[in-house]
């Protein structure tokens, strides 16, 4: 894992990324905030600790993924589009790059307990995972909605020893989910560190969960100098949820600007409806989950329900980082509807051979309005594969 620090794009010292960020918490949940803040970057780059991080991305996780030149896909736009192949992790996305990270973070802060939230439960999923492996117990707070909705990874947790509790509160889904995993944070602040899956929350969540994804951008830059010759692509794609992987694949070439950083955002079915997930579409300042950053809202400030036919792009709000990449002009902001989205999943698959996840087929609904040249070369992060999905899928056959 490679530092970068004095960059206009990495967080400051208290916690923002130019306006956005910092945290905002409740008072109660200020000393475990705290103690996570003074300690992570200390504990992150130990020896000790990036031994054994490496050494579970390589021989548990199995990286490092691979960088597959899509031969065909790349025909048919007429560029170079190179997949990084995060769809073949354990558990078949990026999110366990970051539960790792944090389950050995949380020994060494001596937790042992860890609580999170879901919503499709791909991150507890992804926790419950880390979890069993280390022998530490888990409880993941789930919307009652949504446990009923996403039946096989309920099954997965409780298979790998997680409790999976109910969240009965307001609309039952994920935001409701997350407040009842902070209050329990809050209730048990000495044993239980909290995993949450994406770069929001508050400061130093984004960071460090940006930081533990970093690890996808570093294996780009090296293995696009082999294959090319060259480490910086024209265009790296990813599609934006809370912006993990997103931040895992921009991280090491912020700075280069050369590289033209796209994000992909849910548009569901448009962003002129009102069934949409595209937040900086649709988004205006605010505060969620403990970091100011942009936020689909009314104009009372209640939170508006998005929604996307990806379940892991279906959050109303966008990591801090992004809010800024995105008020900086340093990233392009496309959005993807739910059917372009589908037909980009389709033509993967029938181009190559690969099933994406629905989620990362938004990445790869965009390519057709890049514009990129036929010297041109294009990284695309594939941020999952498509199994979870495949009930969508048949539904659109
Ligand atoms: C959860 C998920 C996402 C969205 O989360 P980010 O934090 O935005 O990366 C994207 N792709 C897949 C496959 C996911 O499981």
């Not at 300690?39 to 054994?52: A, G, M, T, V, W």
């Not at 050494?55 to 065909?72: I, S």
């Not at 020994?107 to 939230?117: D, T």
């Not at 340093?330 to 629905?358: C, M, N, S, V």
């Amino acid at each position: 894992m490679l530092q970068i620090e004095n960059s206009a794009f990495a967080v400051n010292e208290r916690g923002y990324y130019g306006n956005f960020g910092g945290a905002w918490i409740p008072e109660m949940l200020y000393p475990n905030v705290e103690e996570l803040r003074k300690n992570y970057l200390d504990i992150i780059y130990r020896d000790e600790f990036q031994e054994e991080f490496n050494d579970l991305l390589k021989n548990y996780v199995g990286r490092p993924t691979p960088l597959y030149f899509a031969n065909r896909l790349s025909e048919k736009y007429q560029t170079n589009i190179y997949l990084k192949r995060e769809d073949l992790c354990h558990t078949g996305a990026h999110k366990v790059n970051n539960t790792i990270g944090q389950i050995l973070l949380a020994k060494r802060l001596g937790k042992n307990k860890i609580v999170a939230e879901t919503g499709a439960g791909q991150h507890g999923v992804a926790t419950a995972t880390v979890c069993a492996l280390m022998g530490i117990e888990c409880i993941v707070y789930m919307g009652e909605v949504d446990i009923e909705r996403q039946a096989p990874n309920v099954a997965r947790m409780k298979m790998l020893g997680a409790e999976v509790r109910p969240a009965k509160s307001g609309s039952r889904t994920l935001k409701d989910a997350t407040n009842e995993a902070m209050r329990h944070w809050i209730n048990n602040p000495m044993d239980t560190h909290y995993i949450i899956g994406s770069v929001v929350g508050p400061h130093p969540y984004p960071d460090m969960v940006a930081r533990f994804q970093s690890v996808i951008s570093e294996e780009i830059k090296k293995q696009l100098l082999e294959q090319t010759g060259n480490a910086n692509p024209d265009y790296l794609v990813a599609c934006v949820g809370g912006g993990s992987n997103a931040a895992g694949t921009y991280f090491h070439y912020l700075d280069e600007p050369s590289v033209k950083i796209i994000a992909a955002e849910a548009a569901g079915h448009g962003i002129t409806t009102d069934k949409s997930a595209a937040t900086t579409f649709l988004g205006k300042k605010g505060v969620l989950h403990g970091s100011k950053s942009l936020l689909m809202q009314t104009l009372d400030g209640q939170v508006v329900e998005p929604h996307s036919i990806s379940a892991g792009l279906d959050y109303p709000g966008i990591g801090p980082m992004h809010a800024h990449l995105w008020e900086s002009g340093r990233a392009k902001f496309y959005d993807a509807t739910d059917e372009e989205a589908l037909a980009a999943g389709f033509e993967l698959t029938k181009l190559e051979g690969i099933i994406p996840a629905i989620e990362s087929a938004h990445a790869l609904a965009v390519l057709g309005k890049l514009n990129a040249g036929k010297d041109e070369t294009v990284v695309v992060s594939l941020s999952g594969r498509g199994d979870k999905d495949l009930a969508t899928y048949m539904k659109h056959i």
